[in-house]
């Protein structure tokens, strides 16, 4: 869809509803719409008030999460048509915010930062660790959040805040319980989420527990949007017969056949009021099956499949922490959280005829020390701020297996450094807003400053046989904001703007990786050498906050300075080496490139009539870098095409009804990254046609006890692949939910 017809429906829409406002008496439901008064946990640690917020921020709540009925959280946030996400596999989904992904994008649960030193810088799939039956609400913080949140929030923060068990006057015990069950069509996959609350006066419990189990995903079948209308489809799949690795024809080429994966993940969460304090104990679990790495299970090499197995297995993600929050007295009020998060990822992966399996694991454990506090100097005056403390422990292992004999033995061949790797960081931070003229002139500013070590250690047998057994970095990050909203003439118009510093700190992925960037084009090796990414970020915008209208639009532009590419590096005097039977250049990591992203948005939510609401967004990025004064400007990976959202939304007391199109622009074969991170390979042709979907839902609360949810997804079950992903698209898809409450 072009940019032209969608400004000139917004328009068309915003001048309808300001004729409305003048000729009828103004409705008072505007439950569906944003408000300035809504408090938002993301703009500052301990939470704001939207009027007090500079920056554009988008809210996604339970309910909202309810009626999307989708299959993991980042499936959740490619719906809003704000967030862009990126798949490898569909055990996957790497959101994209500004430009940036991965590691340049913080996830943050309940508080406590979820990325950890081996976040990567290519694509993720953490997210889909975090159950989004058990959210509250998750808020996405477009921009620079460094001041807030520390290291890795150069594009943005993703803010996911869990249900809080809820006390009653009452006898402790049972409260509520829930049961939800799902079915999508376009992957058999069924979901099944249990909760229940036990409460009383002085306790308060929650508990939940969903099981996903996902089928081989269906492409679309009809070829719109592209002239390579056999690009996608799966017609050889790799399978063993008499101990021989063999090319399996599938029966259906538009089942994607080797994507299919399980997952459990489990929520609770204690609170108890001793006093004034209110003490939470929070526990997540989540454990999924081996998860294919369906990209790398499609790669051919000499008219052959190139792997045979390519599996994420284990991808465990645990998460415990302590919370105490000491109330608001004399206009102070204080929190304190402990935490500690283990995750393990391994990496199963054999060429195509060799006998030989590489089992690669590596184990974090993070510990996290957060205070916060809150401070009303006077009702005009609000300070936020706190310290951070941060710990990694890294430990990477490897083992090879012989799939004939069973055999296992020992490896070197690990992804991070074999005698393990730590980092610390700590922080002070402070906010402060100051209210000029409430709900009218707000001026809000902050600092930042962190201090961060990084250790690893390589054993002198290390599988590259490096000339070193140490890498170590330090550093010292100061950064700031400062920001204005001022209201304009215009009744519920505000004038927005922001100047943001963000950085974000090497970690041990990036320090200690060995990594095939590019299958048999690119070996990623260690750099012991390297400094902090760092960015200024600007942003311009428009607010328009009344009754029956919530507008948003604004544009920005991010310098990026020290930006970490790889570029050819020697290895023992030669630019290849030989890694996993084949000869690879060899890349190091380095903070040779400077860069920038610029980009504008535009998002609108109308109360067109009582009942009816329209929304619309449209996001368009632009990015370059280059690695020298004399080297010209290159297209930055992750920037993805043009994208975004139009729809239309009924409400009522029993009904909640929705059409929408998610839609987007193009993205040409010399727009991509030279750096091989956009995955040109998997796209048909080279580059990834403008797309869009038809997608319909519905939610009928048939009772106190009972409601039911339909959906149907891609209508017209069209055949595309969303940008820099390595799997195609869900087809047509059915979707069936049900909720039964106690």
Same mark, same amino acid.
């Given at each position: 869809m072009k940019k032209q017809s969608l400004l000139i429906a917004a328009i068309f829409a915003i001048t309808a509803i300001n004729a409305q406002n003048e000729q009828k008496k103004i409705n008072n439901d505007t439950t569906e719409l944003e408000s300035m008064d809504e408090i938002l946990v993301s703009s500052q640690r301990f939470g704001s008030s939207r009027a007090n917020t500079t920056r554009q921020i988008e809210v996604i709540s339970a309910k909202q999460m309810q009626l999307a009925q989708q299959g993991t959280l980042a499936d959740v946030l490619s719906q809003t048509g704000q967030v862009f996400v990126q798949k490898s596999q569909l055990g996957g989904g790497s959101p994209v915010l500004r430009g940036f992904e991965s590691s340049r994008v913080l996830l943050v649960v309940d508080g406590v930062r979820m990325n950890n030193a081996t976040y990567r810088a290519g694509h993720l799939q953490d997210i889909i660790t975090v159950d989004q039956f058990m959210l509250d609400r998750t808020e996405v913080f477009f921009g620079s959040g460094s001041t807030q949140f520390g290291s890795d929030a150069l594009g943005g923060v993703v803010y996911m805040k869990t249900r809080d068990p809820k006390f009653r006057d009452a006898k402790f015990g049972f409260a509520n319980a829930n049961a939800n069950f799902r079915y999508h069509s376009a992957t058999s996959a069924a979901i099944s989420n249990v909760n229940l609350g036990l409460s009383g006066k002085k306790v308060a419990w929650i508990f939940s527990s969903t099981s996903s189990d996902f089928s081989d995903l269906r492409m679309g079948q009809?070829?719109?949007?592209?002239?390579? %209308?056999?690009?996608?489809?799966?017609?050889?799949? =790799?399978?063993?017969? #008499?101990?021989?690795d063999t090319? !399996?024809?599938? %029966?259906?080429?538009?089942?994607?056949?080797?994507? =299919?994966?399980?997952? #459990?993940?489990?929520?609770?969460? !204690?609170?108890?009021?001793?006093?004034n304090l209110l003490h939470t104990l929070n526990a997540q679990l989540s454990r999924t099956g081996a998860v294919p790495r369906y990209d790398r299970l499609t790669d051919m090499s000499a008219g052959k499949l190139r792997f045979a197995t390519w599996d994420y297995v284990p991808q465990n993600r645990d998460f415990f922490s302590y919370s105490l929050l000491v109330p608001k007295k004399d206009g102070l009020s204080h929190r304190l959280i402990l935490s500690q998060q283990n995750t393990e990822v391994g990496r199963v992966t054999r060429r195509f005829g060799n006998v030989s399996e590489l089992t690669q694991l590596d184990k974090v454990g993070m510990t996290t020390v957060n205070y916060d506090f809150s401070y009303n100097v006077k009702p005009a005056i609000q300070i936020q701020g706190g310290a951070e403390w941060v710990a990694n422990k890294v430990q990477s292992s490897a083992t090879t297996r012989n799939v004939n004999s069973g055999e296992i033995t020992g490896s070197k061949n690990t992804r991070y450094a074999d005698g393990g790797a730590n980092t610390?960081?700590?922080?002070?931070?402070?906010?402060?807003?100051?209210?000029?003229?409430?709900?009218?002139?707000?001026?809000?500013?902050?600092?930042?400053?962190?201090?961060?070590?990084l250790k690893a250690n390589f054993t002198a047998d290390n599988f590259l046989k490096l000339p070193y057994?140490?890498?170590?970095i330090s550093s010292l990050a100061p950064v700031y904001n400062i920001g204005l909203s001022k209201k304009m003439d215009w009744d519920g118009l505000f004038f927005k703007a922001s100047l943001a510093a963000g950085f974000r700190n090497p970690n041990v992925d990036d320090m200690t990786k060995l990594f095939e960037s590019v299958p048999g084009g690119k070996l990623v090796i260690p750099n012991k050498e390297l400094k902090p990414e760092r960015t200024r970020t600007l942003d311009l915008g428009f607010r328009l906050d009344r009754q029956k209208i919530h507008l948003e639009m604004g544009g920005y532009y991010t310098r990026i300075t020290q930006l970490l590419i790889d570029a050819p590096g020697i290895y023992n005097g030669d630019d290849s080496f030989d890694f996993d039977g084949q000869r690879t250049p060899v890349f190091q990591m380095g903070n040779s490139a400077l860069g920038y992203v610029t980009g504008g948005y535009f998002a609108a939510k109308i109360q067109l009539v009582d009942g009816l609401f329209m929304d619309a967004n449209y996001n368009s990025t632009f990015g370059r870098y280059k690695s020298g004064e004399k080297e010209l400007w290159a297209p930055i990976d992750h920037i993805a095409p043009d994208h975004g959202r139009l729809g239309l939304r009924w409400s009522s007391k029993e009904w909640q009804c929705e059409a929408f199109m998610l839609f987007n622009g193009r993205k040409i074969r010399r727009e991509y990254s030279p750096s091989g991170e956009d995955n040109a390979q998997y796209a048909p042709g080279g580059q990834t046609p403008a797309w869009q979907t038809y997608n319909a839902r519905a939610s009928w609360q048939v009772s106190k006890n009972f409601a039911a949810s339909f959906a149907v997804e891609n209508l017209l079950d069209l055949n595309y692949r969303v940008f820099a992903s390595g799997i195609s698209a869900s087809g047509r898809n059915l979707v069936a939910s049900v909720k039964v409450s106690f």
């Amino acid at each position: 869809m072009k940019k032209q017809s969608l400004l000139i429906a917004a328009i068309f829409a915003i001048t309808a509803i300001n004729a409305q406002n003048e000729q009828k008496k103004i409705n008072n439901d505007t439950t569906e719409l944003e408000s300035m008064d809504e408090i938002l946990v993301s703009s500052q640690r301990f939470g704001s008030s939207r009027a007090n917020t500079t920056r554009q921020i988008e809210v996604i709540s339970a309910k909202q999460m309810q009626l999307a009925q989708q299959g993991t959280l980042a499936d959740v946030l490619s719906q809003t048509g704000q967030v862009f996400v990126q798949k490898s596999q569909l055990g996957g989904g790497s959101p994209v915010l500004r430009g940036f992904e991965s590691s340049r994008v913080l996830l943050v649960v309940d508080g406590v930062r979820m990325n950890n030193a081996t976040y990567r810088a290519g694509h993720l799939q953490d997210i889909i660790t975090v159950d989004q039956f058990m959210l509250d609400r998750t808020e996405v913080f477009f921009g620079s959040g460094s001041t807030q949140f520390g290291s890795d929030a150069l594009g943005g923060v993703v803010y996911m805040k869990t249900r809080d068990p809820k006390f009653r006057d009452a006898k402790f015990g049972f409260a509520n319980a829930n049961a939800n069950f799902r079915y999508h069509s376009a992957t058999s996959a069924a979901i099944s989420n249990v909760n229940l609350g036990l409460s009383g006066k002085k306790v308060a419990w929650i508990f939940s527990s969903t099981s996903s189990d996902f089928s081989d995903l269906r492409m679309g079948q009809q070829h719109h949007f592209s002239r390579w %209308d056999t690009f996608g489809l799966r017609k050889y799949y =790799a399978g063993r017969i #008499n101990n021989r690795d063999t090319m !399996l024809l599938n %029966d259906n080429p538009y089942i994607q056949q080797g994507s =299919a994966y399980t997952q #459990n993940d489990v929520f609770t969460k !204690l609170s108890v009021k001793t006093g004034n304090l209110l003490h939470t104990l929070n526990a997540q679990l989540s454990r999924t099956g081996a998860v294919p790495r369906y990209d790398r299970l499609t790669d051919m090499s000499a008219g052959k499949l190139r792997f045979a197995t390519w599996d994420y297995v284990p991808q465990n993600r645990d998460f415990f922490s302590y919370s105490l929050l000491v109330p608001k007295k004399d206009g102070l009020s204080h929190r304190l959280i402990l935490s500690q998060q283990n995750t393990e990822v391994g990496r199963v992966t054999r060429r195509f005829g060799n006998v030989s399996e590489l089992t690669q694991l590596d184990k974090v454990g993070m510990t996290t020390v957060n205070y916060d506090f809150s401070y009303n100097v006077k009702p005009a005056i609000q300070i936020q701020g706190g310290a951070e403390w941060v710990a990694n422990k890294v430990q990477s292992s490897a083992t090879t297996r012989n799939v004939n004999s069973g055999e296992i033995t020992g490896s070197k061949n690990t992804r991070y450094a074999d005698g393990g790797a730590n980092t610390m960081s700590s922080a002070l931070f402070a906010n402060a807003i100051y209210v000029i003229r409430p709900n009218d002139f707000i001026l809000e500013g902050g600092v930042r400053l962190t201090h961060y070590q990084l250790k690893a250690n390589f054993t002198a047998d290390n599988f590259l046989k490096l000339p070193y057994q140490t890498a170590e970095i330090s550093s010292l990050a100061p950064v700031y904001n400062i920001g204005l909203s001022k209201k304009m003439d215009w009744d519920g118009l505000f004038f927005k703007a922001s100047l943001a510093a963000g950085f974000r700190n090497p970690n041990v992925d990036d320090m200690t990786k060995l990594f095939e960037s590019v299958p048999g084009g690119k070996l990623v090796i260690p750099n012991k050498e390297l400094k902090p990414e760092r960015t200024r970020t600007l942003d311009l915008g428009f607010r328009l906050d009344r009754q029956k209208i919530h507008l948003e639009m604004g544009g920005y532009y991010t310098r990026i300075t020290q930006l970490l590419i790889d570029a050819p590096g020697i290895y023992n005097g030669d630019d290849s080496f030989d890694f996993d039977g084949q000869r690879t250049p060899v890349f190091q990591m380095g903070n040779s490139a400077l860069g920038y992203v610029t980009g504008g948005y535009f998002a609108a939510k109308i109360q067109l009539v009582d009942g009816l609401f329209m929304d619309a967004n449209y996001n368009s990025t632009f990015g370059r870098y280059k690695s020298g004064e004399k080297e010209l400007w290159a297209p930055i990976d992750h920037i993805a095409p043009d994208h975004g959202r139009l729809g239309l939304r009924w409400s009522s007391k029993e009904w909640q009804c929705e059409a929408f199109m998610l839609f987007n622009g193009r993205k040409i074969r010399r727009e991509y990254s030279p750096s091989g991170e956009d995955n040109a390979q998997y796209a048909p042709g080279g580059q990834t046609p403008a797309w869009q979907t038809y997608n319909a839902r519905a939610s009928w609360q048939v009772s106190k006890n009972f409601a039911a949810s339909f959906a149907v997804e891609n209508l017209l079950d069209l055949n595309y692949r969303v940008f820099a992903s390595g799997i195609s698209a869900s087809g047509r898809n059915l979707v069936a939910s049900v909720k039964v409450s106690f």
